[in-house]
């Protein structure tokens, strides 16, 4: 994985673990809510590393402002990835494990 990847990577990790930590505390965030909640997170931490997907990638946008911002917004979509993924990886209880096999 290249070292652009990997950065939004970990900011969508970190974007992911904001919304649902605001989500727990603010259980109404919900559809729309959650996903702008998730733009703003992923805005504000671009914007305070200072990272930028064009600049990552050899490009320039000026003012670099609108790179972290955009950013931001990958970030904050990339965020509902890792969420699914990390849904996919969580162990699957025997109780759901019996039901899915039921199910077949």
Known sequence: MNAVAFNLLALALFTE?????????????????SNLVAAIF???????????FFSLAGMSLNPPLVDYL??????AR?????????D??????????MARMRRR
Do not use: E, Y
């Not at 673990?17 to 559809?31: E, Q, R, S, W």
């Not at 509902?80 to 993924?85: A, G, I």
């Not at 996919?88 to 494990?97: E, H």
């Open 17 to 33: 673990v904001l919304t649902n930590m605001a989500k727990n505390i603010f259980p109404d965030i919900t559809g729309i809510w």
């Open 88 to 97: 996919t990886l969580k162990p699957v209880s025997s109780a759901r494990l």
């Open 42 to 52: 992923g805005m504000a931490i671009c914007l305070g590393t200072q990272t930028g």
């Open 70 to 75: 955009l950013t931001g917004l990958i970030v």
């Open 78 to 86: 990339g965020s509902n990835f890792v969420h699914n993924l990390v």
